[in-house]
């Protein structure tokens, strides 16, 4: 089956600087990967999404990147904002079955 | 629309009980999926439907269990239950048969004692 790895599992950005978060999975026939937010004690929220036939997708100041070579994709936030803070998880499937990362706490300091 | 539904929200039970849960998604989406969210280890995928039909299922054991119906709300069974089975149960909708876009619900938080 799928398996998604994800890291750095925490990261501590200063406000306004940006941050990077990486995935890899290992099924070849993955052609989904959607990103969520989840802040404590709420529901994880769809963040922004990539399908394998696109290689960059970019919404405001949130882009994803998907490398199918190397089975890699990456979350990049820019100029982060304290509401920012949150965990945030990768995902990659296909047919509504997903498979998640572990999760990156990201705290955004002031 | 309303977004995903979940009842209950919260739900103590002891070793040995078995639990229902509901969820309701979103109006016009025939895909529910459920997962599993623990500390240890993070989100887990339970099952899927659509239409009435358990599509994918994850590797859970057969004390874990699913349905949905014709209006598209799902239930999901867990009988015998373990102290392990404490968790945050989500459901999430999609409209579609393939990979679209899944909204979660608010979950419900399941102790076991």
């Known amino acids: 089956g799928e398996n998604v790895e994800q890291h750095p599992s925490t990261l501590s950005v200063q406000e306004g600087d940006s941050a990077v978060i990486k995935c890899t999975y290992s099924d070849s026939a993955s052609n989904y990967f959607p990103w969520y937010k989840q802040e404590l004690g709420k529901r994880p929220q769809l963040i922004i999404d990539i399908r394998s036939n696109v290689g960059e997708k970019k919404d405001q100041r949130i882009a994803v990147t998907l490398n199918k070579t190397a089975k890699h994709f990456s979350l990049h936030i820019t100029e982060t904002q304290p509401e920012d803070s949150a965990v945030y998880f990768c995902a990659a499937g296909g047919g509504n079955k997903l498979t998640f990362g572990t999760g990156t706490q990201l705290k955004v300091e002031l | 629309k309303a977004g995903v539904t979940q009842t209950p929200r919260y739900l103590i039970k002891t070793r040995g009980q078995q639990v229902t849960l509901s969820c309701s998604p979103i109006?016009?989406?025939?895909?529910v999926s459920w997962y599993q969210q623990t500390p240890g280890q993070g989100l887990q995928f339970l099952f899927e439907?659509?239409?009435?039909?358990?599509?994918n299922k994850g590797n859970f054991p057969g004390r874990f269990s699913g349905r949905q119906f014709s209006n598209s709300r799902s239930e999901m069974n867990v009988s015998t239950l373990e102290l392990g089975d404490s968790a945050l149960y989500l459901c999430a909708s999609s409209n579609s048969a393939i990979q679209e876009t899944q909204y979660f619900g608010p979950g419900t938080r399941l102790l076991v004692l």
């Open positions: 439907y659509f239409s009435e039909t358990q599509r």
């Open positions: 109006s016009g989406h025939r895909s």
